[in-house]
């Protein structure tokens, strides 16, 4: 199972963009790489999915270099309500006979200032 | 829309109590997964079902159980309760085959062990 590796904490202001690269150096062919953003006692939710090169939806773009060993969250122009610990998961919920799981790693806990 | 749904929300046992937890995913979403998140921890995977038959197991204690049933919703069966057991339980759905690796998790259902 692939192993992720993120910052444990980033600091921004509002406005900024931030960007959370997160390591997955045995990732497999078949996994996906998909981002959840957790606020204090309530269930991750979806951010952003991809497989490889860049993908953007109206929250967040996500860039993944060829070798997939890595991939970025960018959030453009934070607010404060962004202040959440965000997780890189690596896995393939629909991978043959076997369903993946989704492990969480240690995520990043990410803190907006006005 | 309707989202998932966990019951109940909150629950305060004692030691060597049991518990049992609900989960009723988004309709026709016919796997779930279950999740244990620690104060201060990541979420840890505890167990998934797919089509109402185990798919995978995690760090899942011999002290619990699990299964889903005919209309999807699943069941997480807590015996003999320490207080390590204390934490934060997210169940999250999802229909295979879309491939758009998106969990979706409730809200939670937060034990306290006393």
């Known amino acids: 199972l692939a192993k992720t590796t993120q910052p444990i904490s980033m600091d921004s202001y509002e406005g900024q963009e931030v960007n959370i690269t997160c390591s997955h150096n045995?990732?497999?062919?078949?996994?996906?790489i998909t981002w959840y953003q957790q606020f204090p006692s309530q269930g991750p939710r979806f951010i952003i999915q991809?497989?490889?090169t860049k993908v953007t939806n109206e929250v967040a773009s996500l860039f993944i270099p060829a070798d997939r060993k890595s991939s970025t969250l960018s959030l453009p122009r934070v607010s404060l309500s962004d202040t959440a610990v965000y997780y890189c998961?690596?896995?393939?919920?629909?991978?043959?006979?076997?369903?993946?799981?989704?492990?969480f790693g240690r995520g990043t806990q990410l803190t907006v200032w006005p | 829309a309707a989202g998932v749904i966990q019951s109940p929300r909150h629950l305060i046992k004692e030691k060597r109590e049991t518990a049992t937890l609900k989960c009723y995913p988004i309709?026709?979403?016919?796997?779930v997964y279950w999740y244990q998140q620690g104060p201060g921890q990541d979420p840890q995977f505890l167990i998934s079902?797919?089509?109402?038959?185990?798919?995978d197991k995690g760090s899942i204690p011999d002290r619990f159980s699990a299964q889903q049933f005919s209309d999807y919703h699943s069941e997480l069966n807590m015996s003999s309760l320490e207080l390590g057991d204390s934490a934060l339980y997210f169940c999250?759905?999802?229909?295979?085959?879309?491939?758009?690796?998106?969990?979706?998790f409730g809200e939670g259902s937060r034990l306290t062990v006393l």
């Open positions: 998961l690596v896995g393939d919920l629909d991978r043959g006979s076997t369903l993946g799981r989704l492990y």
């Open positions: 999250a759905g999802y229909k295979k085959g879309i491939n758009t690796g998106e969990l979706f």
């Open positions: 045995n990732i497999a062919t078949n996994d996906y």
């Open positions: 079902f797919y089509e109402k038959m185990q798919s």
């Open positions: 991809g497989y490889k």
């Open positions: 309709p026709r979403h016919d796997t």
